[in-house]
């Protein structure tokens, strides 16, 4: 079975739409590329968070299991006239082998199983530079949310503070919880969702 991500972003225009999430904002406030900084974007959809970063300087490379959204990827990096590295792979399987300075990825990490969180975050871990920062966002389960209309039953969701547990020997430096409303499948619905950004200790 192919990715159900693939028929989503075969059609015209930007499912998700072209603009970067707030969270770009403040990872490029709080670690900007003011030297030579990789990051690695994953689940980066159709590019929109990856564009703006390699607009912003930081050497991009961008991972999802869909290569429909790896194609738009490109194309938005060529239309923005950046370059950008691509990954067709999927994060639950795919493990880090090179060091990073940034981690990146929002409305993606739902699709890990959670039993495979453990040792994934390890290898997320492991795989940062010291002083490196992950700026992850997360979909949390609340009892008073009904389900996404366009939900998979691969998704899994996150519990509130689960995200936060991961970093215990790490600085956060942020983490917050919210609710917003969303219209990606057409339909009006909500998601709450749980923000990280931590920071790995050392000097970068």
């Not at 690695?40 to 991009?60: I, K, P, S, T």
């Not at 920062?133 to 996404?148: D, G, L, Q």
Request: proline content about 7%; glycine content about 8%; aromatic content about 10%.
């Amino acid at each position: 079975m192919g990715n159900p991500y693939d028929q989503r972003y075969s059609r015209e225009g930007w499912y998700w739409g072209t603009a970067p999430s707030k969270a770009c904002f403040r990872v490029l406030e709080l670690l900007p590329p003011d030297e030579p900084r990789t990051l690695l974007d994953l689940g980066c959809g159709e590019g929109r968070n990856a564009v703006f970063f390699a607009r912003n300087g930081y050497r991009v490379t961008a991972l999802d299991a869909s290569p429909a959204g790896i194609e738009k990827t490109r194309r938005l990096a060529g239309e923005a006239g950046v370059h950008i590295d691509t990954i067709v792979a999927d994060l639950t399987v795919h493990r880090l082998e090179d060091p990073w300075d940034v981690l990146f990825s929002t409305g993606a990490l739902h699709y890990t199983p959670p039993d495979l969180r453990a040792e994934l975050f390890e290898n997320f871990r492991t795989h940062t530079r010291d002083g490196g920062m992950h700026a992850f966002s997360v979909f949390v389960e609340k009892p008073f949310i009904e389900p996404a209309p366009d939900a998979e039953p691969t998704a899994h969701a996150w519990h509130s503070g689960e995200l936060l547990s991961r970093y215990r020997n790490w600085e956060i430096v942020e983490c917050r919880e919210e609710i917003f409303d969303c219209m990606s499948s057409g339909v009006p619905h909500r998601h709450a969702v749980n923000r990280v950004i931590a920071r790995k200790p050392g000097s970068s």
